[in-house]
């Protein structure tokens, strides 16, 4: 085994791109590395999160229909002291979210929901997704009960992976039901603490 010690390497004219190794080469990258970019095929090497990101429902929903699923809407990026957020990868245009970067994404939306009458018994929320901008897929849901009486408070979370292959086809929205009409709302608010919000995490590559 040979041991090539050098303070830089460039290229012989010019600049671009500097090959090590070849197809089939294993190469070993310690841990102290400082590189601006590192490639391979052609793609950008990336280590650790790249993205990560809170959105807060900013005003309160009252599920006005029995059994039947209602868009929950608006939302805003989650700010305030103590909260940090990774990049901007994640949108929200009237409760429909899109995406400016490929990839899986971890997504988790927790809800805060009020029973305002004696009717409800129970409920839920779910995430859907579209892949062409335009019918959605349910790709989960939750559900709470809820004790028989006025202002009882009870709260869902759901959490799917998905893989954003397109970002204009690929997007996602929250969604909330009741078992009874106008009695139950979902609880939000800017500012903190938070109450309705969703978690995006971009884990990988497509």
Not at 92 to 100: A, H, K, L, R
Not at 103 to 121: D, T, V
Not at 127 to 143: F, G, K, V, W
Request: glycine letters at 10%; hydrophobic letters at 30%; a neutral charge.
């Amino acid at each position: 085994m040979s041991t090539l010690k050098v303070d830089t390497i460039l290229k012989r004219t010019g600049t671009g791109t500097i090959t090590v190794g070849q197809s089939g080469d294993t190469i070993s990258i310690p841990t102290t590395l400082n590189a601006t970019t590192i490639q391979q095929g052609g793609s950008a090497i990336t280590q650790g999160i790249t993205n990560a990101e809170q959105h807060q429902q900013t005003a309160s929903v009252t599920l006005s229909s029995a059994d039947t699923w209602t868009l929950l809407t608006p939302f805003a990026r989650s700010s305030g002291s103590g909260l940090g957020n990774i990049e901007t990868y994640v949108s929200s245009s009237s409760g429909i979210f899109s995406f400016s970067q490929t990839g899986y994404y971890s997504i988790e939306f927790f809800a805060y929901l009020k029973r305002s009458n004696h009717l409800n018994q129970y409920a839920g929320t779910s995430i859907y997704m579209t892949t062409n901008d335009s019918s959605y897929t349910q790709l989960c849901e939750a559900y709470t009960n809820l004790p028989d009486v006025s202002g009882a408070y009870g709260s869902t979370s759901n959490k799917v992976i998905v893989d954003i292959t397109d970002t204009s086809q690929c997007k996602v929205k929250f969604m909330a039901q009741t078992s009874d009409a106008g009695g139950i709302s979902m609880q939000a608010g800017s500012g903190l603490p938070m109450k309705n919000y969703a978690t995006f995490i971009r884990i990988g590559d497509t």
